[in-house]
């Protein structure tokens, strides 16, 4: 009889548990950080605590204990290609989403009401009063700019480990039903992490069943690379630069939520359904066009970089790993 929880040949609990089990402990250790009383600066101790547990979660209930587990490493490598790649997805993220700007402005749904407070040399005639304040406002500004930075690259890296970086994997090592093909697997498995990403956006101001079908579009995006590579570097780049640049740069909204000062202020002008609403971008034609912008730029970043031309080997039944699904 098959027990239900545990896998005696694995010798590991079930993947149903064992994703349960992470999606429980990972945001209530996060959650948990928040409360530290340092003005959003307990972002900083996110990515170190998160690697931790996501570490400690693949050698102590998965039970990759070994380096010739494929997963040994959870996605998650140190090295010259993974810093090529985390800088690629930057890059990416950077030119979708000015092309997407760059598009709303000729069609007249976008405009740049005004740039986002930047240091100038107070005037020789300013009071010294004025002036003062000219230079507190100023460091207040990069102070911000900087902290959403921050927050924004350790959101990236954490929201990638949990759901694509440990749910994913899971998922797809669960989905062993002798009709399905590995590729059938990966694919259902991609859609319910997708799913779960959305679902965890679901509270967010302005959320709806259109923002759920995005959201869930970007999760699918998020997981291309990672499935062509075996590598999240790229994924983790492009989903910091994603919510940076649409809102520390641009002044959009990132998925319903707000930040105070941005680079840039651009002023969305034209309709919901380009826009996004109130939602942001995300929720719009608008987003949509830059997700499919972001998935060509990678396709063509890693036709010329990656060696895969497929689906990383990790990814196939041990049998099967030293090869390629064409």
């Known amino acids: ?4 929880l545990f896998n005696y040949k694995e010798r590991r609990f079930r993947s149903g548990l064992r994703i349960t089990f992470f999606c429980l402990s990972m945001p209530f250790l996060v959650g948990l950080i928040q409360y530290i009383p340092m003005a959003g600066w307990q972002w900083m101790f996110v990515p170190p605590c998160v690697y931790i547990c996501y570490r400690l979660n693949l050698f102590l ?10 997963w040994y490493q959870g996605g998650l490598y140190w090295n010259s290609t993974s810093l090529t790649h985390y800088i690629a997805g930057w890059v990416i993220g950077l030119l979708a989403l000015s092309l997407m ?16 407070y930047m240091t100038q040399y107070a005037p020789e005639s300013m ?3 004025d002036r003062t304040q000219l230079v507190s406002t100023s460091a207040s500004w990069y102070y911000s700019i900087f902290l959403f930075l921050f927050q924004m690259l350790a959101v990236g890296f954490y929201e990638e480990v949990m759901l694509r970086g440990y749910v994913l ?10 009709c399905i093909s590995d590729r059938t697997a990966l694919i259902i498995a991609v859609m319910l992490s997708s799913l779960l990403f959305s679902m965890a956006h679901l509270l967010n101001p302005s959320a709806s069943i259109i923002t759920f079908i995005t959201i869930s579009l970007a999760g699918i995006l998020l997981a291309f690379p990672f499935i062509r590579t075996g590598n999240l570097a790229l994924s983790i780049g492009l989903h910091s630069a994603w919510n940076f640049i649409l809102g520390g740069v641009f002044g959009f909204k990132v998925s319903g ?38 998935l060509l730029l990678i396709f063509i970043f ?3 970089y990656s060696t895969h ?18």
């Open 169 to 178: 994997i899971n998922l797809k090592e669960g989905i062993r039903w002798k």
């Open 309 to 326: 031309q497929s689906i990383h080997s990790n990814w196939l039944n041990p049998a099967k790993r030293d090869e390629i699904i064409g």
């Open 101 to 116: 700007v760059g598009i709303g402005f000729l069609l007249g749904f976008f405009s740049v009401e005004s740039a986002g």
């Open 61 to 70: 209930t998965d039970h990759r204990i070994t380096k010739d587990n494929p």
């Open 257 to 294: 939520l707000s930040w105070s000062v941005s680079i840039l202020y651009v002023q969305s002008t034209g309709p919901d359904w380009w826009t996004g609403g109130l939602f942001g971008p995300e929720a719009g034609i608008s987003g949509v066009i830059a997700m499919l912008l972001s």
């Open 127 to 129: 009071a010294i009063n």
């Open 302 to 304: 890693l036709q010329k």
């Open 1 to 4: 009889m098959i027990n239900p």
